[in-house]
């Protein structure tokens, strides 16, 4: 008889077993937040797993597609999302899967040769669109965008931003709206808009669950590398390339070198792959150094950390100073400060 059940995160043999079956497809269990299993007499038939409001690793062994487990698990996720207030989700599957979420009801996103996302609830990608849509001016000839995190804005940041306003008639810089950083959605996100408060070219949006989000591109907040963060960066590249860039009549993105991060360089390359299928442009900026040493916001925080902000001063845009200077601050400064300690 099928049953499902929760995993015991507490329970090491529990742990132990769905590692076990996920190694069979060749997947490693990276502690998500709750994962459900089927069992037919007890052995996992079947699983799925949910982090925050992203569904994902449905498995199900061969000899029991098609006998219902994949709603199953997915009801059972679904439940514990809306148990938690949690009314918008998204899906990760295989395409072949597709069918299915398709047959309950959730609208796909975008797919791949090895990766579909589907939404479900309240998410709608048509209205999210829409919405920016209606902050861009409809008669500007060249439109360019570039997608900053900000953990804090650097001067290198600005960097790319004025070099790609320099290029194009209207610029989107979309900050990463996944609230995983050091510095806040809302403090990144604040210091840029005031940066260019008297800018009408620059127009500065948050990212939204499309744009290296936890729904797209998971991976970039646990920079790991591997297959699943290949698949990932393919995904979240597609996304931009065939259905943000088109909808919002996109020409060209910029982006910065990057020759430390593996992630984000692996994450560039796949974009100027999809960009070249959808004949976009793809335009990478060298970073800019100080005394010899590439400018970055990791630099910044270290130094945050080690009480050295005015040595930091150098590498920001006066946005940045200003509200290191201001009491919240002072108080993100004591914050990393005391998570250094």
Known sequence: MLFTSFVNKRNNFEIKEIWDYLQKFGVEFDNPERTVVVRDEGKIVGTGSVDGKVMKYFFIDKEYIGHGLLAMIYNSLLNFLLDNNRLEHYVFTTPNNGYIFKGIGLTEVMSTDRVALFEGGFC????????????????????????????????????????????????????????????????????????????????????????????????????????????????????????????????????????IDLMTANYNDNLNKSFEKNDLLLEKIDRIKDNGTYISASKVRRLIGEGRVKETYGLLPKSTIDFLESDAGKDKIKEIEEKRS
């Not at 829409?130 to 900000?150: D, F, H, M, T, Y």
């Open 124 to 259: 709608s990608y048509d209205k999210w669109i829409q919405s920016i849509k209606s902050k861009l001016n409809p008669e500007v000839k060249i439109r360019g965008a570039v997608v900053v995190n900000c953990n804090p804005m650097t001067l290198g940041h600005k960097h790319l931003i004025e070099y790609a306003k320099s290029k194009v008639d209207e610029l989107i810089v979309f900050i990463v709206e996944e609230d995983k950083s050091t510095f806040t959605t809302r403090e990144r996100y604040s210091i840029v808009k005031d940066e260019y408060k008297n800018d009408d070219k620059v127009i500065v949006i948050l990212g939204g669950p499309y744009i290296i989000s936890q729904a797209t591109f998971p991976t970039y907040f646990i920079k790991k590398m591997d297959e699943t963060t290949d698949i990932y960066t393919e995904l979240d590249a597609t996304i931009f390339s065939k259905r943000i860039a088109k909808d919002l009549k996109i020409d060209i993105r910029f982006v910065g070198d990057e020759p």
